[in-house]
């Protein structure tokens, strides 16, 4: 079997870049060892740039998204008993976010490229490569238990950060910059209408987040260890800290519900340069994470397979290779940036372990000054709502 683009995973990076390669006459199959119904239940991201949604209209994908999305106007934090009020239009010219669950994004995109006839293939976990830096690569895959092989004349990393594109790599290519946050989240989602804004919050008993998915569904997170199993954390635990961290102990302002789903995640920054190897292209977390804070992972995977798409456009209608070649520059210079971003969201909401009175003092002082300066909230804001695309 050939193709023209072989996609590993089907989560937001594969699948949008299938759908933009489609709409350009581009051949792709996407491979996705998990099942159907796994990629489209697993809760994840839930914060989308203007920039994304864009790609959803631009893809004709975005009908059920503006019937039933939420938009944001604003995000708080809280601290110290004090309340930062960040107005995203007021400080971005008219910007906002879009909540809207990934899994959401990535039942609208799956269904849409089934109804077009698109090939995606689950249950299919790719094992192995050939010839990544020669004239005719492959993908070995193991599916229904026998092994297949399809050859592409490119092949997308699009496996997430566990995946196998990256390590296929041979040693020495990548760099490799990881930087590992001495914490966890533990995510929840509630059947319960959630409170008026986005809310993140630092408290001396560490970091909280309250977010939505509907006027009925909250998700919320705190701060962890690395290591804590979801197990130890009851569901009156959750709530009495979640409370207490985001300054409502009489309990009056965050509803309580039945809890749908509770997992806890590491806060990590990871990337690998560069994000090629031969007729090897990694997009989204297959190449690198960011820290959740910022809410910028989704958006990374969104903004990097529209280089790509455009790359590969150039590539099989003319073989222009210019644009392939700068990929990994151009994606690059995003990324570090959303990660400086994210970093920087990270430091300023969290309690470190490790942290001397001086240093959450600093932490206090910034979260006092970004309270009173304009220009600080901007600055939050600004990156927030989305930096504006690459040129390539
Ligand atoms: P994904 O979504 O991990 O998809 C990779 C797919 O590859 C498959 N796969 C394989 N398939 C075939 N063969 C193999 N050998 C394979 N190995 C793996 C996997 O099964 C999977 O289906 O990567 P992608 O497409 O790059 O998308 C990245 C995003 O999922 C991720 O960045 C975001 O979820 C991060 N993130 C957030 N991003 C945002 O933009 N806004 C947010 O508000 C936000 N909140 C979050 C987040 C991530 C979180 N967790 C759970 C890590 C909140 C949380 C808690
Ligand atoms: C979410 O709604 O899941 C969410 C919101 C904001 C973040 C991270 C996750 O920073």
């Known amino acids: 079997m050939h193709t023209q683009v072989g996609i590993i995973g089907a989560g937001p990076a594969?699948?949008?870049?299938?759908?933009?390669?489609?709409?350009?006459?581009?051949?792709?199959v996407v491979l996705e060892a998990r099942s159907r119904a796994y990629v489209e239940d697993r809760v994840r991201?839930?914060?989308?740039?203007?920039?994304?949604?864009?790609?959803?209209?631009?893809?004709?994908l975005d009908e059920r998204l503006r019937r039933e999305c939420m938009v944001d106007?604003?995000?708080?934090?809280?601290?110290?008993?004090?309340?930062?009020?960040?107005d995203l239009p007021g400080l971005t010219a008219g910007k906002v976010v879009t909540i809207y669950g990934q899994q959401e994004v990535v039942k609208d995109l799956i269904a849409a490229r089934i109804a077009d006839g698109g090939r995606i293939e689950f249950e299919a976990e790719v094992t192995g490569?050939?010839?990544?830096?020669?004239?005719?690569?492959?993908?070995?895959?193991?599916?229904?238990?026998?092994?297949?092989?399809?050859?592409?004349?490119?092949?997308?990393?699009?496996?997430?950060?566990?995946?196998?594109?990256?390590?296929?790599?041979?040693?020495?290519?990548?760099?490799?910059?990881?930087?590992?946050?001495?914490?966890?989240w533990l995510g929840v989602l509630a059947e319960a209408p959630p409170i008026r804004e986005m809310t993140y919050a630092n408290h001396d008993r560490g970091f909280a987040l309250c977010s939505r998915r509907s006027p009925k569904i909250s998700r919320h997170y705190v701060q962890v260890a690395p290591d804590e199993d979801a197990a130890n954390w009851s569901d009156d635990r959750f709530w009495n800290e979640l409370h207490v961290r985001m300054n409502d102990a009489d309990k009056s302002e965050i509803n309580e519900g039945k809890i749908l789903q509770k997992g806890v995640t590491p806060v990590?920054?990871?990337?690998a340069a560069p994000m090629r190897y031969g007729k090897l292209f990694l997009a989204g977390d297959a190449a690198h994470i960011v820290p959740p804070t910022g809410a910028k992972g989704l958006n990374?995977?969104?903004?990097?397979?529209?280089?790509?798409?455009?790359?590969?456009?150039?590539?099989?209608?003319?073989?222009?290779?210019?644009?392939?070649?700068?990929?990994?520059?151009?994606?690059?210079?995003?990324?570090?940036?959303?990660v400086r971003y994210s970093w920087h969201m990270?430091?300023?909401?969290?309690?470190?372990?490790?942290?001397?009175?001086?240093?959450?003092?600093?932490?206090?002082?910034?979260?006092?000054?970004?309270?009173?300066?304009?220009?600080?909230?901007?600055?939050?804001?600004?990156?927030?709502?989305?930096?504006?695309l690459e040129d390539d």
């Open 129 to 184: 490569f050939a010839d990544l830096d020669g004239a005719k690569p492959a993908i070995r895959y193991c599916k229904d238990g026998a092994e297949h092989t399809l050859t592409c004349d490119i092949i997308a990393g699009c496996d997430g950060f566990h995946g196998v594109a990256r390590t296929a790599i041979p040693d020495g290519v990548l760099t490799a910059y990881d930087h590992v946050f001495p914490f966890g």
């Open 268 to 271: 990590r920054a990871f990337v």
């Open 300 to 338: 990374l995977a969104a903004a990097d397979v529209r280089v790509l798409a455009r790359a590969l456009m150039a590539y099989f209608r003319t073989g222009a290779t210019e644009r392939l070649d700068r990929y990994s520059d151009t994606c690059l210079r995003r990324v570090w940036k959303v």
């Open 14 to 28: 594969g699948l949008f870049l299938a759908h933009l390669l489609y709409r350009e006459g581009i051949d792709c």
């Open 45 to 60: 991201a839930g914060v989308l740039e203007q920039g994304t949604v864009d790609l959803m209209h631009e893809l004709g």
């Open 73 to 86: 106007h604003a995000i708080d934090m809280r601290f110290s008993g004090k309340l930062i009020h960040i």
């Open 346 to 388: 990270t430091s300023l909401l969290h309690r470190f372990p490790a942290h001397s009175a001086f240093e959450r003092n600093i932490q206090i002082g910034e979260l006092d000054y970004l309270l009173g300066s304009r220009a600080a909230q901007q600055t939050i804001a600004e990156n927030y709502v989305g930096l504006p």
